[in-house]
């Protein structure tokens, strides 16, 4: 199960940046400051098991860092960790791509186009029909469904995305998933937005 998970999160990180590729990006150079925030910790070291056990209220068992980059000179910072218990998994995924903005549309992240494979268009497009808005966390939110077994919450903030994912025993897409992964994803966002 965790090789599948593995798997799943590193399948939809990378669909989510080929996604972003082919949009439109805008450069800002006057929002790239020289006081930003960028770690040299990955999101496991940031967010060990036991942190991420005590904002979320489940006992993990185990982490494992899946993506670690940071280019400081550029402002770049991707780093993923995942957490197994067995009750569910989670997943955090902190992106900055230096002074790029990304289109924020919820139609843009998830369903943008289609990747030629049936069966992930189909789930893309079922993605993008559960979407629902997420208030008062970062610029833009949207929490996902991904054919019921994988949820997704992405959050912008400023040129930081914040990626949440769960799946498992009481993890469904439901009220309760939502408030566990922003919890997680207002933590994340304290650490990069200092």
Known sequence: MKIICISILLSISLLLTIGYSGNNTKNDPQSLTTNINIPDK???ELFTKEKMSSITGIT?????STLHE????????VSQ????SDGGDMGVLVRRFGNTSFPKEKEKIIGAGKTGD??????LEEALATCKTISGLGDV????????????VVIFDDHYQVHISSSGK???????TLEISKKVAIEAMKLFKQ
């Open 170 to 176: 009481g993890l469904g897409f439901d009220d309760k």
């Open 141 to 152: 939110a949207y929490f996902y469904n991904l054919v019921g077994i994988y949820n997704l």
């Open 42 to 44: 990955s999101v496991c």
């Open 60 to 64: 993990f068992n185990e982490e494992m």
């Open 70 to 77: 940071v280019d400081k000179d550029m402002g770049k910072y």
């Open 118 to 123: 049936a069966e992930l268009d189909a789930m």
């Open 81 to 84: 960790c995942g957490y197994y």
